[in-house]
Each structure stands twice: as structure tokens, then as C-alpha cells.
């Protein structure tokens, strides 16, 4: 397995950043015959933008929305490949630098043995440094 990923900030002002994502994965696997996805070989390559704004301020207390779209191209080994994609929007609130409650929607479009499937999520997350 190898993956190569290089993420630039390309807009960076104090209520709005930019960032592009271009990325190349691979991997290999022995068995098939599991219970999960494993596929004999398989390559993607992805370009992913994530747009993070910044509503509210007031000193450590921060309130913002962040959207990312990604696309890419995925290949598995005896299987058709084609084009896969995601795009998610959510949004945040850092009462400190500690913690940081985190909702959003998002969707995906991916291939798994030359089938396409897609998905659609709705989050609920809490991140807490200790």
C-alpha cells in the first residue's frame, strides 16, 4: 500500500482559506476470500478543494463552515473502473482550542469491483484535546 498527498493553502486570509488536496493511492492485497473489501490491486488518483470560512470570532470562541469536493479517477484490478467523487458541508464550533463540536451532510460516489455506489451521510462529531 502507498499513498502520496500534498495539501497547499492557496488562499489564506483571516476569515477564509483555500486548500487543494492532490493525492495518488495503491495497494495490493493477498486474499479476496474476507468478509471486506479487498481488492487483488488497486490505483486512485484525486484532486480535493476544501473551503473553510470563518462567521464569528470573539477571542477563542469560533464559529464557522468549511465545504470540500473532491474528484478522482479509481482503477481496480479485473474490474471497470471510472470516476469518483465527494462533497460535504459543515459546519463548526470551537468554544476553546480544546474542543471543537463539528455537523455536517456529505456524499460519495465510489466504485468497489466494478460496481458504483453512493452514499450520503449526515455527522455529529466532538473533538476534545486532553
Known amino acids: 500500500m502507498g499513498m502520496l498527498t500534498y495539501s497547499q493553502k492557496v488562499i489564506s486570509q483571516p476569515r477564509f482559506n483555500l486548500t487543494v488536496t492532490p493525492s495518488l ?3 495490493t492485497n493477498t486474499r479476496q476470500d474476507v468478509t471486506y473489501y479487498s481488492p487483488l490491486q488497486d490505483f486512485s488518483a484525486n484532486f480535493a478543494i476544501r473551503a473553510e470560512h470563518i462567521i464569528y470570532r470573539r477571542y ?3 464559529f ?5 469536493a473532491g474528484v478522482g479517477v479509481y482503477q481496480e484490478a ?3 473502473g471510472g470516476i469518483i467523487g465527494d462533497v460535504s458541508y459543515e459546519q463548526f464550533y470551537r ?3 480544546d474542543h471543537e463540536l463539528t455537523y455536517g451532510v456529505g456524499g460519495n460516489h465510489r466504485i468497489y469491483d466494478g460496481v458504483p455506489e453512493n452514499t450520503f451521510i449526515v455527522y455529529l462529531r466532538l473533538n476534545s484535546r486532553f
Do not use: F, M
Open 60 to 62: 477563542e470562541k469560533v
Open 25 to 27: 493511492y495503491t495497494s
Open 95 to 97: 468554544p476553546n482550542d
Open 64 to 68: 464557522g463552515g468549511r465545504l470540500r
Open 78 to 80: 479485473n474490474y471497470a
